[in-house]
Every structure is written in structure tokens, then in C-alpha cells.
């Protein structure tokens, strides 16, 4: 179908949402615009918006096909997707199947060590507070969702880690965390949000064992480790190259 784009709704740090002529549908596009630390560190990266958005798009036919909901509708172009509209739920839900980031930071658990079960947090997202991580008792007091959509929340990103870590292992890609987002459709259903993507997932190349050539996401940039856009090209191009095997 040819949508048309209309109003801006929102601009976030690598995405604009703008309005189309079906109400219930979004056109989101994917800026190079690349930001860490809470946009402390900026800069703008030829051809992420491309990638994320092809990532992106990839993943969600992925979990769609494996009967998790999402947000996701179609691919518009090379940089803009069509999605539902949805009522963003303010919640950063990571999963962490090895550790590393702010995991090692804020406790004492060092880089590298296997977590089984995965580790999975809950983050207030809101950027002028610092996206704080939420205990059980204060994420009742906020009270953004019922408990049984926490418990949905909970359930569905487990699921999606063993979809996407079984599929990146096959790969040879290690998926090392992920950040998700939800909200909830123009029926009220529950949905995996945003984009799934080297911007917030971490991969380490399974067949490169040097702690820093082995990062292929947005490690690369928060560390000023260079190749930022190799390394999400490498992600799309085996991402590809699986899809072509598989038709
Ligand atoms: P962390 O180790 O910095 O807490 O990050 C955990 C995962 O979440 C990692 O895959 C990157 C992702 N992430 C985001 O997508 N957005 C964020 O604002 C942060 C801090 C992390
Ligand atoms: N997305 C966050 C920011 O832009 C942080 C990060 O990904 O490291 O600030």
C-alpha cells in the first residue's frame, strides 16, 4: 500500500513518528542521529537510519512468524517503516544473557560471566530522570501497567530472547543483551514497540574471541571504537545472507 506521509508526532533521539492517512498507523523513520549516555555523546552516523530500519524490519517478521506481536506492519522504504500506533508504555525492559554494560558498573559481577537464567530489568524510561532501573516495590508505586501486563512483559521478552538468541547463534553472532519497549495497540493488545536493532541490542562476533574487534553494536560508538557502520552492516549482511539461504 502507498502511504502519505502527514504530521510529525513525535521526534526521539534515532526515530520520527509521523501521522499517515490511516489513523491507526504510524510511518517511523530511522535517523542516523546517534546518541549515547543519555545524549551526552552525540553524532551522526551515515547510513544507521538505513540499517536499523532493514535490522529492524528483519527481526520483527521474525518474531512474527514466531507468533510474538509487534508493532511492526511493513517496510514504507529504506528508512521509514509502517507500524500500528500505539500507546507507548514508559518502561526500558533489558535482558541480558551475558554480562556486561552497566551490569558490571553498578555491581560486582564481572565482564563476561554466563547469566542463566538470563538477568531481565525493568528501567523507568524517562530521560530527564536518567532512565533509573525500577525495584518491584517502585514500579507498583508508578503503577504504569496492571500486574498482569508486567507479568505479559515479562513472559514476552523471555520469549523473544530465546527467538533472537537461538537465530543469532545460528549466525555465529553471540546476542549478549537487549532492550525492549511495549505499548499497547489501537485494539489493546500488548506489543513488542520501537526497533530491535545494533542501536539497542549488544553482539559479539562468535568467530572473533578479541574482546574489543568482536563488538558489533552501538558498543562501538559508546566506546569510540570506530567502524560503527561496518559492524552494523556486518549484522544486516548475515541477516541477509540467512533469508536468501532460507527461500
Ligand atoms: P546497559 O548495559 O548500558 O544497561 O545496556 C543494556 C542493553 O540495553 C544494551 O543492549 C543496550 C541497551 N540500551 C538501550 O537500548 N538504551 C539505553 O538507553 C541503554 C542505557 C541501553
Ligand atoms: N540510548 C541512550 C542515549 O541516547 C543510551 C545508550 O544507548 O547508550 O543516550
Redesign the pocket.
Known sequence: MNYRQRELIYEGKAKRVFACEIPDRVLIEFKNDATAF?AQKRSEIDGKGRLNCKISAALFELLELKGIPTHFLELHSETFMIAEKIKVIPL?V?I?NIA????CKETPISQGTLLTPPLLDLYYKDDELG?PILTEERLKLLDLVSVFEIEEIRKITRSVNNILKEYFDSLDLLL????LEFGTNPSGKLVVADEISP????FWDKKNSDPKERIL??DRFRQDLGGVIDAYEEILKRIEKDSSRAT
Open positions: 543519555n526500558e533489558v541480558r556486561t554494560g552497566s551490569l532512565d549478549v543483551d537487549f532492550k542501536d539497542n541490542c549488544r553494536d552501538k
